[in-house]
């Protein structure tokens, strides 16, 4: 059975609502960064990295969001989790959960999550190209409701992750990003979130 390594509100959000859509059977197991649980040697033996998410799967370990959310919509294509059967939107699906991983998630980890916590210029600096970053998707959000146009795909579940940090950060001001607010409200309705959310003891926010 598939596996997943979590913390509650984490980033490994986005791999656990993966894996409730795909009705996948699965079984989630919470990591507590807090304590350091991801450091220990029984968390390091399953991923050497010390992060969360990691997917064990019955061929080994699966590890980043971007990864683990096309492992699950490849293995399950019935359930239209991604565009798997087109290789260019395949490859605009990755492309977009990639620039999450490496651009969006380390800009705003750096902003919400450094310690100690960034003050004066630093901090303004860090604000700016979180808020850049950001422009960017409610640009691109203009085409559709969802990232990929017409569709919800696994995309939608990673992007809400950040917008949640966002909104509880009081980044996501409604006249600047109308967009992202709307895709957050619309992908926190979804009754797969919403378990996931339950699951992971939190609400909407
Ligand atoms: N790009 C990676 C990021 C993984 C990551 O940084 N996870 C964070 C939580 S959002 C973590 O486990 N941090 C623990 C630590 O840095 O000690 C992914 O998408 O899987």
Same mark, same amino acid.
């Given at each position: ?76 294509? %019935? ?48 604000? @700016?190209? &979180?808020?850049?970053?950001? %422009? ?6 203009? @085409? ?16 809400? &992750? ?44």
């Amino acid at each position: 059975m598939l596996k997943l390594y979590y913390s509650p509100g984490a980033c490994a959000m986005a791999s656990h609502i993966a894996l409730e859509e795909s009705g996948a059977t699965y079984e989630a197991t919470p990591i507590d960064l807090k304590t350091g649980e991801q450091r220990t040697p029984d968390y390091l033996a399953i991923n050497p990295a010390g992060v969360t998410p990691a997917l064990q799967t019955e061929r080994g370990v699966i590890t980043q969001n971007a990864a683990i959310l096309t492992f699950i919509a490849q293995t399950r294509p %019935q359930q239209n989790l991604a565009p798997v059967g087109d290789p260019f939107r395949m490859a605009r699906f990755n492309a977009f959960n990639g620039w999450l991983g490496s651009s969006l998630h380390p800009a705003m980890g750096r902003l919400l999550f450094s310690r100690p916590a960034l003050e004066g210029e630093a901090r303004g600096e860090a604000v @700016d190209l &979180v808020l850049t970053r950001m %422009q960017l998707i409610e640009d691109r959000l203009l @085409d559709g409701p969802w990232v990929m146009g017409d569709a919800y795909t696994l995309a939608d579940g990673y992007l809400m &992750v950040f917008e949640r940090w966002a909104r509880a950060a009081d980044l996501l001001d409604s006249a600047r990003f109308p967009g992202l607010n709307a895709h957050l409200d619309r992908t926190q309705e979804r009754a797969a979130v919403q378990r996931v959310l339950a699951a992971e003891g939190l609400e909407a926010v």
